[in-house]
């Protein structure tokens, strides 16, 4: 194990011990293993796309006729002043896909299904409620203090509902909702420091 070493690792953690560091300087030793790459961004379908689900009777009433529909729906939204209009229609094996050219609020959900449940022949016990997508991200907070009070001996450490909190207090996060529980993860067994 080199000086050059040694002196980085106790810069980066201070409070490690000498057996600590010995561990991972043997981290840091082991031959690198090639890794696999994993593309962690993948395109989805766009928020321009409101889904509507229902049965395939359904499905092949709208698609029959998808040109007039979509030109129906397009003067429908231009006498409600909206700024959105619907480029095409297409089906999918659970119901049908409105594609506009811009993210649907809820006044134009409400236009749109409003046509598709008053169509003639249509059975509209069988169109469930619209739904635009949303998208999901993940999240990670790193360099947060893992004691309360700033210290070891405290042994109050942070929690989930602490991070939540303070999430809720940050202008930044308003129209978001979290779809599950944080998890605080200690950086290192002896580190004070945590990652969400």
């Keep these: 194990m080199s000086t050059a070493n040694i002196i980085k690792i106790k810069e980066t953690f201070p409070s490690v011990g000498v057996k600590e560091i010995d561990q991972i300087n043997n981290i840091i030793k082991e031959p690198s293993k090639p890794k696999l790459r994993i593309q962690m961004t993948t395109k989805g379908p766009s928020r321009k796309q409101v889904i509507i689900f229902m049965v395939k009777d359904n499905i092949?009433?709208?698609?029959?006729?998808?040109?007039?529909?979509?030109?129906?729906?397009?003067?429908?939204l231009r006498n409600a002043k909206s700024k959105v209009s619907v480029d095409f229609i297409h089906s999918n094996p659970l119901g049908i896909t409105v594609v506009t050219n811009s993210v649907s609020v809820n006044s134009v959900l409400l236009i749109i299904e409003k046509y598709i449940k008053n169509l003639e022949n249509m059975?509209?016990?069988?169109?469930?409620?619209?739904?635009?997508?949303?998208s999901k991200s993940y999240l990670k907070i790193i360099s947060i203090p893992y004691y309360l009070h700033g210290s070891y001996n405290s042994q109050e450490h942070i929690t989930s509902n602490d991070i939540e909190d303070m999430i809720k207090q940050n202008h930044i996060f308003d129209n978001i909702t979290l779809i599950s529980k944080l998890r605080v993860i200690k950086v290192l067994l002896k580190s004070d420091m945590a990652i969400v």
């Design 60 to 76: 092949d009433k709208i698609m029959k006729n998808s040109s007039i529909h979509m030109a129906n729906l397009n003067r429908n």
């Design 123 to 134: 059975d509209s016990t069988q169109i469930k409620t619209l739904r635009s997508l949303q």
